[in-house]
């Protein structure tokens, strides 16, 4: 009996100890369930955090990305507006260096043609000149054609009919030759008013 006590006081101190130990094991087992159960808790806030984080970051990259796209419709808009104004630019300075070409082409033609004007108006004035001093010369020589043809009738006049019947009558013709150098020295005189172009 003894012996059973004792085994039964062995049995039960066993069992109080399996016991208080199950009680350790259980108590670690539960502060153990407490730590995992307060990280798996900090680790799903940390999770919730971060998703929330993540969020908001996909939330900010995409207002950035409609921002740049936004931007970039802004920079193609501001590109076509500038290719346009360089080419209007360019169109512009075309028609302004087209447009002079034709002004220095005119300028060139309405040049030559005063110089040709000018040349034609001093050639002109030139003959103008010489047409003057000309027609004066004709003029002093037609006076004097007019005086010599004057004496030649004068002449004529003065002469009587039978003067005239011994000038022309081949057989008589007393003054013949002074008739004769008469009217040559007429002609020598008519001949040295003769204008000459």
């Known amino acids: 009996m003894r012996l059973l006590r004792l085994s039964s006081i062995a049995a039960l ?3 109080i100890s399996s ?16 730590s995992a159960t307060a990280q798996a ?3 799903e806030d940390q999770r919730a955090a971060v998703q929330a984080k993540l969020t908001a970051a996909e939330q900010e990259r995409d207002r950035l990305r409609k921002q740049n796209e936004a931007y970039r419709a802004q920079v193609k808009e501001a590109e076509q507006a500038y290719r346009q104004a ?3 630019f360019n169109e512009r300075i075309a028609e302004r260096d087209e447009s002079l070409e034709k002004w220095k082409a005119a300028y060139g033609e309405a040049a030559g043609v005063a ?6 108006r001093s050639k002109f004035e030139g003959e103008a000149t010489t ?3 000309s027609t004066k010369a004709c003029e ?3 006076v004097r054609l007019v005086k010599i043809a004057d004496d030649v009738v004068k002449q004529y006049e003065r002469m009587d009919p039978l003067e005239k019947v011994m000038h022309h009558d081949p057989v008589i013709g007393f003054k013949r030759v002074e008739h004769q150098n008469a009217a040559q020295d007429f002609r020598d005189q008519i001949i040295e008013q003769r204008a000459k172009p």
């Open 41 to 43: 808790r900090a680790a």
């Open 86 to 88: 360089v080419k209007d």
């Open 131 to 133: 047409w003057k001093a």
């Open 140 to 142: 002093a020589k037609n």
């Open 13 to 15: 101190a066993l069992m």
């Open 19 to 34: 016991a208080a130990q199950a009680d350790q094991e259980s108590d670690r087992l539960r502060e153990a369930l407490r």
């Open 115 to 120: 110089r040709t004007k000018d040349a034609e």
